[in-house]
């Protein structure tokens, strides 16, 4: 949605209307304990009965697919006789710069790459606490050459960096944990329909253009000088 725009258009704006009524069902026993859904009509108020209202060229622009609620069972809210709902909803199309409600990603964080590097064999049965001081898949127990069990590195991805195999003194000399300092992992976590894998290409796509505005601007202020 622009934020210099006047009122809602039908660019940024759907409008849902909602208009529900509960009462009796005709022949219900008068049984209070009974469920709810057998004595009213109209008792439990889903996203599934909100109505798409189109506006200006909405039904032109959405003519293949209109919009419509995701999950057509989400409880709205519960009704009983002489109640009754009648609601205009007004779905906005916003970016996070207008408020934080618009952005799509809860959590956004990065790491380095662990870097475990075994400078001494760990072999028999320190190969296996060795391998207890760490998550699962990190660290594998393999039979050597010489028919020993002896600990080596598969996936320090997944290392939780608890740096738990320092606490143990046999260990102090036969392993360095360090990070990759180039090598950044990346959690995006998504709140809306858009999922991560597509999230992190907009969001990318998205600072190019605002690089592209910079240069003009930047090129623009040089040719004025």
């Not at 849902?16 to 219900?28: M, R, S």
């Not at 662990?114 to 060795?130: R, S, V």
Request: glycine share 4%.
């Amino acid at each position: 949605k622009n934020g210099n725009t006047q009122g809602p258009t039908d660019a940024d704006t759907i409008v849902f209307k909602l208009q529900v009524k509960c009462t009796n069902k005709k022949g219900a026993p008068k049984d209070d304990s009974l469920d709810p859904s057998e004595l009213y009509e109209n008792s439990s108020v889903y996203s599934g009965q909100m109505v798409w209202s189109p506006q200006g060229r909405q039904e032109e622009f959405f003519k293949n697919s209109p919009p419509r609620p995701v999950y057509d069972d989400i409880l709205i809210t519960k009704l009983r006789p002489k109640q009754e709902i009648d609601l205009e909803l007004h779905c906005v199309k916003g970016i996070g710069k207008d408020h934080a409600k618009f952005s799509p990603v809860a959590t956004a964080s990065y790491r380095l790459l662990p870097d475990i590097i075994i400078t001494k064999p760990i072999l028999g049965k320190d190969a296996e606490k060795f391998q207890k001081c760490f998550p699962e898949g990190v660290i594998e127990v393999f039979t050597n050459k010489d028919g020993e069990k002896e600990a080596r590195v598969v996936n320090p991805r997944k290392d939780t960096v608890s740096r738990e195999c320092l606490r143990h003194a046999e260990f102090k000399d036969k392993v360095k944990l360090t990070r990759v300092r180039d090598h950044f992992i990346f959690n995006v976590e998504s709140v809306g329909a858009i999922p991560p894998q597509r999230l992190l290409p907009d969001a990318v796509k998205v600072l190019i253009e605002k690089c592209k505005v910079l240069k003009r601007s930047l090129a623009q202020l040089n040719q004025s000088n």
